[in-house]
């Protein structure tokens, strides 16, 4: 399998970032290393934080794109999810601290909440979710990001495990009532 233009700057950028801050890293450092034009660049991306973005959704939660299954083993991608970000933290905690127009914190949250308002609407069914529910979900999904960052600035100080576990029972508390159905112990075997 051929590797693309983007995955190609991607592990660019993975590279450079365990040398040169990230906030450091230019276009140019990334055409440099590659040996691509500008053009090829600005073809594949719309600037740095685009590419970084790419790399969160490719590198780190492959699994949690808006197409996921309502098959999803929401347990297992998530410590799929929180390995990946521990191969990756050097970049994680890096991106997750630069501030501004479309940095990755804000985008993490904005992902978050949108996948999983979809996925339960999914497992919801047909008709509109009530307002509460559509609440308890937004609030799950900013709770369990917020836990999630947290862990990564702080230097990971619990386990993959240790953090999925809590971050699925902190997602459960009160959903099983609204859902009638507990979507994430039912995915947690």
């Given at each position: ?9 991607a592990q660019s950028m993975l590279k450079l970032c365990k ?25 594949h991306f719309k600037d740095k934080q685009d590419l970084i ?137």
């Amino acid at each position: 399998m051929a590797i693309s233009m983007k995955q190609l700057l991607a592990q660019s950028m993975l590279k450079l970032c365990k040398t040169i801050p990230l906030t450091s890293i230019t276009i140019k450092h990334l055409l440099t290393d590659t040996g691509m034009s500008r053009q090829t660049f600005y073809n594949h991306f719309k600037d740095k934080q685009d590419l970084i973005q790419y790399i969160y959704e490719e590198f780190i939660i492959p699994d949690f794109t808006i197409q996921t299954p309502t098959n999803l083993n929401f347990y297992q991608s998530l410590q799929t999810t929180l390995q990946n970000i521990q191969t990756y933290h050097y970049f994680m905690k890096q991106a997750c601290q630069i501030q501004g127009q479309n940095n990755l914190t804000s985008y993490i949250y904005q992902h978050c909440e949108s996948f999983d308002m979809q996925w339960h609407q999914t497992l919801y069914g047909k008709q509109p979710m009530p307002k509460t529910l559509q609440f308890a979900i937004k609030y799950h999904a900013n709770a369990s990001t917020n836990m999630t960052l947290s862990w990564i600035l702080s230097d990971m100080p619990v386990s993959c495990e240790e953090l999925a576990n809590l971050i699925v029972r902190m997602r459960s508390l009160g959903m099983d009532v609204l859902l009638k159905t507990n979507p994430y112990q039912s995915r947690h075997n």
